[in-house]
């Protein structure tokens, strides 16, 4: 059974940062990419980061490109999002998800998903 397990949320000031954590289990991680989703209340869930199941790859909503930061860590089963300089449109539900297909991710979709972290960005 896939369970993803995230941490690392809370309530940030604006301008600060935050790391988020994913452990995985039950799936042979390095076969699998990873994303992070966030979703928002009357919002679209919205991919905002990515990468390949070697870790090769990574890919960024452009609401996010520069600030957050994706890896991996095979040993660990464990995948990360570091966010720098976050913001008041950055508060959401954050979810890791896996998927053994990368485009998956840039369609809107993933095969696991997390129980979700919340982030909240005051001003």
Known sequence: QVR?????GG???????????CVASGLTFR??????FRQTPGKERECVSRISGSGGISG??????GRFTISRDHARHTVS???HVLRPKDTADYYC???RTYQHF????AGY???GTQVTVSS
């Open 4 to 8: 993803l397990v995230e941490s690392g």
């Open 11 to 21: 309530l940030v000031q604006a301008g600060g940062s935050l790391r988020l954590s």
């Open 31 to 36: 076969s699998y990419a990873m994303a992070w």
């Open 60 to 65: 960024y909503s452009d609401s996010v490109k």
């Open 81 to 83: 999002l570091q966010i």
């Open 97 to 99: 998800t896996a998927d």
């Open 106 to 109: 840039l369609a809107g979709h």
């Open 113 to 115: 998903w997390g129980q």
